[in-house]
């Protein structure tokens, strides 16, 4: 059963109408509705793109966090071959919310990691919703620092709304498990490329993201805050969230102008979610050609174009 956004309810009609058509002619030979559930499927189709024509920020997000978006095991299962899971911090615990391990992308040795959400109720509860505690950025550094001894290039895929703020997560050092992670990924002299497949909320999507090259697909979100938290802090009101969307520059096409990242992912109309395999093809050859790009770079000049990267953030587009 499709799950349809807000704002996609006069599309839910349509497609609902033309999928009733056909119910009854199933149930009825005789019956010949094909022209007229034609004529719906024509008519969902344009307003499908036209509702994707010009997307809003907080459209965006609602796109970004759609519960049948891809999540990084479909990314994994489908792009990568031989993937051997790694687990723990070897200090405390393995979090759930975060998978990674060896794996093979063209039958090119890598390192993978990401977050992972889950795809219903008892996995995403499983996998905290993508929130990453401690033991979460601690196993990501342990899997870094391995792929940087034995020169494989790191493939991050960001999905996560941020950090987890629980209060076990806080005493267990959560902003400076964090920052080391940053730090790891400003230190490999391996290439690191990074894709934002969904939300990269926060700190908690920075200390992955940190990359060499960073991508974005053209629905996902990357921010400081989510829209709704930045509302609640600078007007006191969650429902100021779409004031927020847009003060934040939270879409892939003003991170690109800002040069917070290196190119966008284009997506099947209709967002991810309608169309996942042409997704993870897309993601899949984006990742080989940013790889590509870094081919025959040594160690010193990946660890300093990466640490350039991102002191000069932000200063492209600064007068747009």
């Not at 009609?13 to 034609?38: S, T, V, W």
């Not at 615990?93 to 093979?104: E, I, K, T």
């Not at 990401?114 to 899997?143: V, W």
């Not at 940190?210 to 974005?216: F, G, H, L, P, Q």
């Amino acid at each position: 059963m499709t799950h349809y956004l807000d704002f996609e309810r006069p599309l839910a009609e349509i497609e609902g109408k033309a999928e009733e058509l056909r119910a009854m002619a199933r149930q009825n030979e005789e019956m010949d509705i094909e022209e007229e559930a034609a004529a719906l499927d024509k008519k969902a189709a344009t307003l499908l793109k036209d509702l994707y024509k010009d997307l809003t920020p907080w459209r965006k997000c609602q796109v970004a966090r759609h519960p049948e978006r891809p999540h990084c095991r479909d990314y994994i299962n489908a792009l990568f071959t031989e993937f051997t899971p790694l687990a723990g911090d070897r200090n405390f615990a393995d979090d759930h919310a975060v998978m990674g391990g060896l794996a093979r992308l063209d039958d090119r040795p890598v390192m993978v990691i990401g977050h992972e959400k889950g795809n219903d109720t008892k996995s995403r509860i499983a996998h905290n919703f993508g929130m990453a505690r401690p033991e979460g950025y601690r196993k990501a550094i342990r899997l870094m620092q391995m792929a940087d001894r034995f020169g494989l290039p790191v493939i991050t895929l960001v999905d996560t709304p941020g950090a987890y703020p629980g209060k076990g997560a806080e005493e267990r050092g959560q902003s400076e498990a964090i920052a080391r992670s940053t730090e790891a990924c400003l230190q490999m002299g391996v290439p690191l490329v990074s894709v934002i497949i969904g939300e990269g909320g926060s700190g908690g999507a920075v200390a992955f993201a940190t990359a060499n090259k960073v991508a974005m697909l053209q629905h996902s979100v990357y921010s400081v805050i989510s829209p709704e938290g930045c509302a609640s802090i600078l007007w006191k009101d969650a429902e100021k969230m779409r004031e927020a969307a847009e003060a934040l520059r939270l879409t892939a096409q003003d991170l690109h102008k800002l040069g917070v990242i290196d190119r966008i992912i284009d997506e099947p109309l209709g967002g991810a979610h309608r169309a996942p395999e042409d997704t993870i093809a897309r993601v899949g050859r984006t990742l080989t050609d940013m790889l590509s790009a870094l081919d025959g770079k040594d160690r010193a000049t990946l660890i300093a174009e990466r640490r350039r990267k991102f002191l000069d953030m932000g200063s492209k587009g600064l007068a747009a």
